[in-house]
């Protein structure tokens, strides 16, 4: 079974900027769509960004422009850069597969506060 580990979370003032990355237990190579989800406290999870075949990004209208999603398949690992950060970016981080994710992995709390 494909196990995600999400790390590189913590706490940020707002403008600040964070690198996520996401260690996966498969090689890359073999998925075709990867992407970073999130969960504010008290909502649902949600698809904030999507890299598809290694070219095509996707980004939720809330963090365009803002956060990257990127990949390095010789070690598994996906990458989520997040910048000018904003309160409302305060959630618990995840990657999956999209769109049909798997049993999700842990995730990193990204906390942006003053």
């Known amino acids: 079974q494909v196990q995600f580990v999400a790390t590189g979370g913590g706490l940020v003032q707002p403008g600040g900027s964070l690198r996520l990355s996401c260690a996966i237990s498969r090689s890359l190579s073999t998925i075709f769509a990867m992407g970073w989800y999130r969960q504010a406290p008290g909502a649902q999870r949600v698809l904030v960004a999507t890299?598809?075949?290694?070219?095509?990004?996707n980004y939720a209208d809330v963090v365009k422009g803002r956060f990257t999603i990127s990949k390095d398949d010789a070690n598994n690992t996906v990458y989520l850069q997040m910048n000018n950060l904003k309160p409302a970016d305060t959630a618990v981080y995840y990657c999956?597969?999209?769109?049909?994710?798997?049993?999700w992995g842990r995730g990193t709390r990204v906390t942006v506060s003053s």
């Open positions: 890299l598809i075949d290694g070219v095509t990004t």
């Open positions: 999956n597969f999209t769109p049909s994710p798997r049993s």
